[in-house]
């Protein structure tokens, strides 16, 4: 090799390793400088960038996890913020972050206990051709499924247009197990995008099923005492739930409807003025062990008044394992951690 080509090479070489180096320094620098105006989330940034560069630094690696372990006590005081105000769900991403950045944060590690991370699952079954023409106009459509909480507040959910299937996520703390039984639908309806005459878009939900704001007057029989069962997978017990009763008529809900919830063994007994039970869950997998619940609501079956207009709503009873959404829902692997129980509850009337 010629001595013109080496020394090119050997100048590249010192290039690329200087660039190296001071890019490595530059961002350790950086979170110095950020660290001592207690700048400390930016800090964490910096030495985050610095250590991936130089990842056998033990300077960096030190400083990365003294700003981590700062960083992580500011997030659980910002999760203590969200507690107070009863955002749960910016609380509960607070607490995740700061054990992320700190699994050893003790109290953080505490509070993770007392939290419960619900599943909730159904399927709705409707005709598309039953929708009007002007539906039809519409620049977007999406069917949801709106869900009450028993704090009050209400989720939405979208239903898969090709499945049929929802499923939402809910995070709730210091829940006692019977609290669970609470969640009701809501609402089942389309929202609908519109393009207006001047150009504007505008949303609209057409509602379907309209049970509004519910929750339970009195739930009563829960015992503490009840022992907990060798966690299962859900799918092993979905056959329990196939019968050869016949399928309920179907149903217009009324403006207003006031309910019961009654714990006996496990059955829970929706005690209601309308004597029908559409708006209460079917089956509740409870695994305690875990903190994981899942709240399952059935399939729906939505069916249209042609003289009224009106939606009605039933319940579908599996009479084979072809009805029943679940084997469907259960291919999502990323839902997995919420398919096993170690206590199961059905609603019945």
Same mark, same amino acid.
């Given at each position: 090799?010629?001595?013109? *080509?080496?020394?090119?090479?050997?100048?590249?070489? @010192?290039?690329?390793?200087?660039?190296?180096?001071?890019?490595?320094?530059?961002?350790?620098?950086?979170?110095?400088?950020?660290?001592?105006? /207690?700048?400390?989330?930016?800090?964490?940034?910096?030495?985050?960038?610095?250590?991936?560069?130089?990842?056998?630094?033990?300077?960096?690696?030190?400083?990365?996890?003294?700003?981590?372990?700062?960083? =992580?006590?500011?997030?659980?005081?910002?999760?203590?913020?969200?507690?107070?105000?009863?955002?749960?769900?910016?609380?509960?991403?607070?607490?995740?972050?700061?054990?992320?950045?700190?699994?050893?944060?003790?109290?953080?590690?505490?509070?993770?206990?007392?939290?419960?991370?619900?599943?909730?699952?159904?399927?709705?079954?409707?005709?598309?051709?039953?929708?009007?023409?002007? @539906?039809?106009? =519409?620049?977007?459509?999406?069917?949801?499924?709106?869900?009450?909480?028993?704090?009050?507040?209400?989720?939405?959910?979208?239903?898969?247009?090709?499945?049929?299937?929802?499923?939402?996520?809910?995070? !709730?703390?210091?829940?006692?197990?019977?609290?669970?039984?609470?969640?009701?639908?809501?609402?089942?309806?389309?929202?609908?995008?519109?393009?207006?005459?001047?150009?504007?878009?505008?949303?609209?939900?057409?509602?379907?099923?309209?049970?509004?704001?519910?929750?339970?007057?009195?739930?009563?029989?829960?015992?503490?005492?009840?022992?907990?069962?060798?966690?299962?997978? !859900?799918?092993?017990?979905?056959?329990?739930?196939?019968?050869?009763?016949?399928?309920?008529?179907?149903?217009?809900?009324?403006?207003? !409807?006031?309910?019961?919830? *009654?714990? =006996?063994?496990? @059955?829970?007994? !929706?005690?209601?003025?309308?004597?029908?039970?559409?708006?209460?869950?079917?089956?509740?997998?409870?695994?305690?062990?875990?903190?994981?619940?899942?709240?399952?609501?059935?399939?729906?079956?939505?069916?249209?008044?042609?003289?009224?207009?009106?939606?009605?709503? *039933?319940? /579908?009873?599996?009479?084979?394992?072809?009805?029943?959404?679940?084997?469907?829902?259960?291919?999502?692997?990323?839902?997995?951690? %919420?398919?096993? %129980?170690?206590?199961?509850?059905?609603?019945?009337?």
């Amino acid at each position: 090799m010629n001595s013109p *080509r080496l020394s090119f090479i050997l100048k590249l070489f @010192l290039f690329i390793s200087s660039f190296f180096l001071f890019s490595c320094s530059f961002h350790y620098d950086q979170g110095l400088k950020l660290e001592q105006e /207690k700048r400390w989330s930016e800090a964490a940034i910096e030495y985050r960038i610095a250590a991936i560069e130089d990842p056998d630094n033990e300077e960096i690696q030190k400083a990365l996890t003294r700003m981590n372990i700062l960083v =992580a006590e500011e997030n659980f005081e910002m999760y203590k913020h969200y507690l107070k105000q009863q955002e749960f769900h910016k609380a509960y991403r607070r607490l995740e972050t700061a054990l992320s950045q700190n699994p050893e944060h003790i109290e953080a590690s505490s509070e993770m206990k007392h939290w419960w991370h619900l599943l909730i699952t159904g399927k709705v079954e409707l005709e598309f051709s039953r929708f009007s023409t002007n @539906l039809r106009l =519409a620049e977007e459509m999406a069917l949801q499924v709106m869900v009450n909480t028993p704090k009050g507040k209400i989720l939405t959910g979208i239903i898969s247009s090709e499945t049929g299937i929802f499923f939402l996520e809910d995070v !709730v703390y210091q829940a006692p197990p019977q609290q669970l039984a609470e969640y009701s639908i809501n609402t089942i309806g389309l929202k609908i995008k519109r393009k207006s005459i001047q150009g504007y878009y505008r949303n609209e939900l057409k509602k379907f099923v309209n049970f509004r704001k519910l929750s339970p007057l009195q739930v009563s029989g829960w015992t503490n005492n009840i022992v907990l069962n060798t966690p299962q997978n !859900v799918l092993d017990h979905r056959p329990a739930l196939l019968t050869n009763e016949e399928q309920s008529t179907p149903w217009n809900p009324p403006r207003l !409807v006031s309910y019961e919830l *009654r714990f =006996a063994g496990d @059955l829970i007994k !929706v005690i209601s003025d309308t004597n029908r039970s559409e708006f209460a869950p079917s089956v509740l997998y409870l695994n305690k062990s875990d903190r994981r619940a899942n709240i399952d609501f059935g399939v729906y079956i939505l069916e249209m008044n042609g003289s009224g207009r009106k939606w009605s709503i *039933r319940r /579908k009873n599996y009479s084979s394992s072809g009805d029943d959404y679940f084997y469907g829902l259960s291919r999502n692997l990323s839902l997995n951690r %919420y398919f096993y %129980y170690d206590r199961v509850f059905r609603f019945m009337q």
